[in-house]
Nanobody, 125 residues
Framework: VQLQASGGGSVQAGGSLRLSCAASGVIFTSYTMGWFRQAPGKEREFVTSINWNGIRTDYADSVKGRFTISRDNAKNTVYLQMNSLKPDDTAVYYC???????????????????WGQGTQVTVSS
């Protein structure tokens, strides 16, 4: 199983970035997909998740209204559109895949089975 994240970079505050995460070696539609981020010296935190068919999405309060998660099951890819970026959004962003079970908490790292390598997002003021 491989999750390959891409699209990170450096932008000024107020700018936008689009992250992508391509999955291979999994039946993509069996998995909830999520994005987490980790800033230096901080714990990994939940950003957003999307269920297998894209109907259900959840967001951290800190990104609601600015970030949008989507998925293209034909391409085995999940996206994170990030608008109105702030310096506090600076972090390494990780995509993750979690097989759906009703007891799982997809807002926690423990809800996921596989992780991508991370992509750096830097927002300057």
């Amino acid at each position: 199983v491989q999750l390959q994240a891409s699209g990170g970079g450096s932008v000024q505050a107020g700018g936008s970035l689009r992250l992508s995460c391509a999955a291979s070696g999994v039946i993509f539609t069996s998995y909830t997909m999520g994005w987490f981020r980790q800033a230096p010296g901080k714990e990994r935190e939940f950003v957003t998740s999307i269920n297998w068919n894209g109907i259900r999405t959840d967001y951290a309060d800190s990104v609601k209204g600015r970030f949008t998660i989507s998925r293209d099951n034909a391409k085995n890819t999940v996206y994170l559109q990030m608008n109105s970026l702030k310096p506090d959004d600076t972090a390494v962003y990780y995509c993750a895949a979690g097989r759906f079970f009703s007891y799982r908490n997809f807002a926690a790292p423990s809800g996921y089975d596989y992780w991508g390598q991370g992509t750096q997002v830097t927002v300057s003021s």
